[in-house]
């Protein structure tokens, strides 16, 4: 499973490989001005690195997409500011208590207290900032990527929520089948049958992280009485480069008289790992097409099964290197 992925959000990352991908405008309108409207906690997060798309508009419509993101960050900004102003209030009472006597207490609160306030002064410096870093892509599931797709002729860049459902599926089935972000090799003639053959999908990344177990890692069994431990482990190419990732794709509308919107989601197919990534205790990795391969991908409807899966089995083999994350 590839449970977070670097990804490249910017329209720069894909036009440099692919000359004539544009950004479909009204798909991230939709998608922002929907962030606008849902309610709490269930807000779609966008990586940084997506909106930076829109720093610099050039027409009506860019600028109705900034205007949103501006007030969205407006709003956050908010929040980290009020806060800082009660973490800020609760450490300075907690350090009063602390001259008087140690208690557990108000050490607890003065910890607590020093922790949220740099977290909260490092969000509001990351919403300052403008120039992106290699974490501004990190995506997770549920998180929107930038997606591309060949539609009626025209290369569109769409932005998609990183975890599939299916056309036709329930909304509970996003929780009925939480690991719909990857779609596993083995089964998209069955599971995702939908889609494969049907509805592809690219995104670019150039790095990916998995969970895996110590021991696992370690190469050892538990030792008595040791529980399992989670990890998370980093994976780069080597050489560096940005990795073409086979996707399918679904566009899923719903039922008359409901109110949830439109929905664009996508999953990252996963094939057996290459030795290197079994070696560092993890199961599955995800397919990184050739560039030469990725128009044949993109048009699935005119391919048979077998030659969709003949791309797939031509895939780059890169080194993945791994460290554990920060």
């Known amino acids: 499973m590839c449970f977070s992925a670097s990804t490249r959000a910017e329209h720069s990352a ?27 906690p269930f807000v779609p997060k966008f990586p940084k690195a997506m909106d930076a798309n829109f720093s610099n508009p050039t027409t009506d419509e860019e600028r109705a997409i900034k205007a949103l993101i501006d007030e969205y960050d407006a709003e956050q900004a908010m929040g980290y500011e009020r806060t800082l102003f009660e973490q800020r209030a609760r450490l300075v009472k907690a350090e009063r208590k602390l001259q008087e006597k140690e208690t557990k207490t108000a050490l607890h609160d ?19 900032r403008t120039e992106l870093k290699p974490r501004d892509g990190r995506i997770f599931p549920g998180w929107y990527a930038s997606v591309l797709v060949i539609e ?17 599926k329930p909304v509970f089935y996003d929780t009925k089948y939480p690991g719909t972000y990857n779609a596993r ?20 990344v150039n790095g990916f992280y998995e969970n895996v177990k ?34 399918l ?48 991908w993109l048009s699935p409807q005119r391919r048979s099964k077998a030659e969709l899966e003949g791309l797939l089995d031509d895939k780059e083999r890169p080194y993945y290197e791994h460290l554990l994350a920060a």
């Open 152 to 168: 009626d002729g025209e290369w569109l860049i769409k932005p998609m929520r990183y975890q599939c459902r299916p056309a036709g």
């Open 185 to 204: 090799r083995n089964s998209l003639e069955g599971f995702w049958k939908g889609q494969f053959g049907q509805t592809h999908g690219l995104m670019i």
């Open 214 to 247: 110590r021991h696992d890692m370690e190469h050892r069994e538990l030792r008595p009485g040791e529980e399992p431990e989670n990890v998370v482990l980093e994976f780069r190419p080597r050489p560096t480069q940005d990795m073409l990732i086979a996707c």
């Open 110 to 128: 003065q910890r607590v207290a020093s922790e949220k306030i740099a977290a909260a002064l490092a969000k509001l410096e990351d919403l300052k």
């Open 14 to 40: 894909f036009r440099r490989l692919f000359p004539k991908s544009l950004l479909s405008i009204k798909d991230f309108y939709r998608e922002y001005i929907s962030r606008k409207k849902k309610p709490r």
């Open 249 to 296: 794709y679904s566009r899923w509308t719903p039922p008359e008289g409901s109110d949830e919107p439109e929905l664009w989601s996508f999953a990252a197919i996963t094939d057996e790992p290459p030795p290197e990534v079994a070696d560092a205790g993890h199961d599955r990795c995800i397919v990184q097409l050739r560039q030469e391969n990725v128009e044949a």
